[in-house]
């Protein structure tokens, strides 16, 4: 079933035109897999979907809520069910790993200023419903050793692990991962994968990735899309797409 659904997305900047006439579906319950080479519009695509960037062409529908017409910014869309793991990290480099979990919580705080002060009641209970929450994550993404550590003295694949369970904390039904394991070592992107596969299929979260380690696409992608220069230039499950001519031109080279 399709959960999100990006049709005929055009994206320009000025003269530059970063995507054309982009379209893919996002199935439910799968890993969808964006791949190409730099520059070929796939962090675009992320962003369009996101919020952070407003296409200047096209249409993207999830679920009965059309994104590209209504302007959602990336605060609603993550209300909406959409949370996102970005490749530059951006967490507080100065706060503890469960400040920054509990800090992506914020949006279901949903409590009073007076209320918050006397932390009685109503306050005490949601927040300790959002605590529970993000100790459940923490647990899930292996991160007991770190509960209380200052993220800016993290190992750099351990902040990586850290903004993948940020988004993971917000509770997706879609979660974007933006090259979840550039600059790590294989031990480190050993772990990457049986966390995203583990979401996968425990926490049955749809997930759109977005990697340039072919061998880690083509052993845990359901289908993927390949895009080129802003273009989609091929479509299918791994085999298909490992045996496209455009695609191994554009992307895998010949040998």
Do not use: W
């Amino acid at each position: 079933m399709s959960l999100l659904s990006v049709s005929n997305v055009t994206l320009t900047f000025g003269g530059l035109k970063a995507l054309s006439n982009v379209s893919l579906t996002i199935e439910q319950g799968l890993i969808t897999s964006i791949i190409g080479p730099n520059g070929a519009g796939k962090t675009s695509l992320l962003n369009c979907i996101s919020g952070f960037y407003h296409p200047t062409a096209g249409d993207i529908l999830f679920g009965e809520h059309q994104l590209s017409l209504a302007y959602f910014s990336p605060h609603q869309v993550s209300v909406l069910g959409i949370a996102r793991a970005f490749q530059n990290l951006e967490l507080f480099r100065g706060m503890s790993v469960l400040d920054n979990l509990m800090l992506a919580r914020h949006q279901n705080l949903k409590y009073n200023f007076l209320q918050a002060i006397l932390y009685i009641g109503k306050a005490s209970r949601i927040e300790a419903e959002n605590r529970a929450y993000v100790e459940e994550v923490i647990d899930f993404m292996g991160l007991e050793p770190y509960r209380h550590k200052v993220v800016g003295n993290l190992s750099y694949g351990v902040q990586k692990r850290v903004e993948v369970a940020r988004a993971l904390t917000l509770g997706p039904k879609i979660l974007l991962l933006d090259e979840p394991m550039a600059g790590m070592n294989i031990e480190e992107k050993e772990d990457m994968v049986r966390f995203i596969v583990d979401i996968q299929q425990e926490r049955e979260i749809t997930v759109v990735l977005i990697e340039h380690d072919l061998g880690v696409v083509m052993d845990i992608s359901d289908h993927i899309y390949v895009l080129d220069f802003g273009e989609l230039i091929g479509a299918g499950k791994p085999i298909e797409v490992a045996n496209d001519p455009k695609v191994i031109e554009a992307y895998i080279g010949e040998e």
